[in-house]
């Protein structure tokens, strides 16, 4: 099992007011899965993805990574778990505008420490691996849509995360370049990789294999297609 919480909750306070945006999450997640995570703007599931994907902390109840409890982690302990384990992929794409696509997908690996060498050979193995090879020297400005979410779909590869994060990957994008995307998705879940999807958009949801509703900062229904 990837993921593991148990009656996760998460408080903001703003002065005198408190909002729950997530009152009890119990979530599984095996290794391998391709879910997405639905539910309508205020539903909880961006706090989710947040909280499961290392940017914030719960307020109470646990969460296992790894079969590793990372409540209690430091944010320099959860920035080393974010660069390791964790890829996110964006609906901006998050893209560093002068940068090469062969730059913007080494930032990762340059961050971890890797030799130049070996990082500018895994940036051009994962660039290869998503269709852009003859784009690797080209900045975003010169890329289309499809084209930039594939070298953010690089980046978020390119340490062999245990876990993708999409956050509306399609939403900047036409519907067949969507498509396209959730293609490339689709084949490296079939090569083992673990997917989850952030989305509002059914259709989307559709495509992977397991749909998690969440409504009022709960688990409305869990559904596997």
Known sequence: MIIKT???KRTYVTGTQSVDAIKGINLEIDKGEFLSIMGPSGSGKTTLMNIIGCLDTATSGT???NEKLVNNLSDDELSIIRNKEIGFVFQSFHLLARNSALNN???PLRYAGMRESDAIFRATEVLNEVGLSDRIDHSPSELSGGQQQRVAIARALVNKPSIIFADEPTGNL???TGEDVMELFKTLNNQGQTIILITHEEDIARQSKRII???DGL????TRI
């Open 6 to 8: 148990d009656n996760l």
């Open 63 to 65: 969460y296992y990574l």
């Open 105 to 107: 997908v080494m930032l």
């Open 174 to 176: 036409d519907s067949k």
């Open 213 to 215: 509703n969440i409504k």
């Open 219 to 222: 688990i409305e229904s869990d």
